[in-house]
């Protein structure tokens, strides 16, 4: 890949991964990331034809486990932990 696209995908990747940790529009950073983790697993699993565990080099089970993370905050309300909701004091 080129320069440019590199730095064309870094950028939102950091971008997103900063709003995930401060909380800012975390749900949407979350999207981005998983599209952009899907790209990558594209592009290891169909074009460069690297293995789920990868032979010699790294293989897309990590971008799966990133994938898997985000979920954690697509699907429930981030900003708290659900299980400990009905421990707070009201």
Same mark, same amino acid.
């Given at each position: 890949m080129s320069v440019p696209f590199t730095v064309f995908l870094g950028a939102p990747?950091?971008?997103g991964s900063i709003a995930l940790v401060i !909380?800012? #529009?975390a749900q949407w950073a979350a999207l981005g990331l998983t599209l952009i983790m899907m790209g990558a697993i594209y592009m290891k699993a169909v074009k460069w034809y690297t293995g789920f565990w990868g032979e010699k080099s790294s !293989? $897309?089970?990590y971008e799966v #486990? #990133?994938?898997a993370m985000n979920l954690v905050w697509l699907l429930p *309300?981030?900003?708290g932990c659900q299980e400990f909701a !009905? $421990? *707070?004091r009201r």
């Open positions: 990747e950091m971008a !909380g800012f #529009l !293989g $897309w089970n #486990l #990133l994938i *309300r981030p900003g !009905g $421990w *707070r």
